[in-house]
C-alpha cells in the first residue's frame, strides 16, 4: 500500500557564511508553485535544497531521479513516510543525505541550479509529475566512488544516470 505525502512544518535553515544567494522563490517558480501538491513552504523549500545538493552536477534528469528517490522511499515500509523525514534521516554514523550534516552552508551558490532545483521540485510535486526513470530506485551513490558498504547488503542497480548509479535494495 503506497503511503502519501506526510506535511511537516517548522524546518528551519540556517544560512551560513560564503557568497550566498537568496533561497525566495523565483518567479518562474512561483508561477508553477501553484499546481504543487500541498506540502508546506518549508517542505518544498528542503525538497528543492536536497535536488539541488544532490543533483546540480547532473541537471533536470538528475534532479527528477533524485526526487524519485525521496519519493520511493517515502512509499517504502523501510523508511519515514514524508519528505521532510526521508531528508533529515540519521544513520549509524552520519546522515543519508550528505548535504544535511557536513558542516558547510546549505543556501545555494548557484542561481542558476537553485533555480532549476525549484522548478523541478514544483513539476516533481505536481499533478503532471514525470514518470520515475530510476525503475523504484531508494538508494543511489556516484559512479566514480568506491563500492558503499550498503551495497553489501544486496542490492541491485536499477539504472545509471549520468554520474549517479541507482538500486533498489533486496
Known amino acids: 500500500m ?3 505525502i506526510t506535511l511537516l512544518v517548522g524546518l528551519a535553515i ?10 525566495t522563490t523565483s518567479a518562474r517558480a512561483q508561477a508553477t508553485s501553484a499546481d504543487a501538491t500541498a506540502v508546506s513552504a518549508a517542505e518544498r523549500e528542503l525538497f528543492a535544497l536536497n535536488l539541488y545538493h544532490e543533483g546540480r552536477s547532473e541537471g533536470r534528469e538528475g534532479m ?8 520511493n522511499r517515502i512509499d517504502s515500509d523501510a523508511f519515514p513516510d ?3 523525514a526521508v531528508i533529515n534521516e540519521p544513520t549509524r554514523n552520519s546522515c543519508q543525505w550528505g548535504w544535511t550534516c557536513d558542516g558547510r552552508s546549505d543556501t545555494p551558490t548557484e542561481a542558476d541550479k537553485w533555480e532549476l532545483a525549484q522548478e523541478v521540485a514544483d513539476e516533481l510535486l505536481s499533478d503532471a509529475r514525470p514518470a520515475d ?3 523504484g530506485a531508494i538508494a543511489f551513490h ?3 566512488r568506491s563500492t558503499p558498504g550498503w551495497l553489501q547488503r544486496g542490492a541491485t542497480r536499477t539504472v545509471t544516470l549520468g554520474n549517479h548509479h541507482f538500486y ?3
Open 133 to 135: 526513470p530510476t525503475d
Open 2 to 4: 503506497r503511503r502519501t
Open 14 to 23: 540556517a544560512a551560513g557564511t560564503g557568497t550566498l544567494l537568496s533561497t
Open 64 to 71: 527528477i531521479a533524485i526526487g524519485w528517490v525521496v519519493f
Open 82 to 84: 514524508s519528505i521532510t
Open 168 to 170: 533498489r535494495l533486496n
Open 142 to 144: 556516484e559512479t566514480f
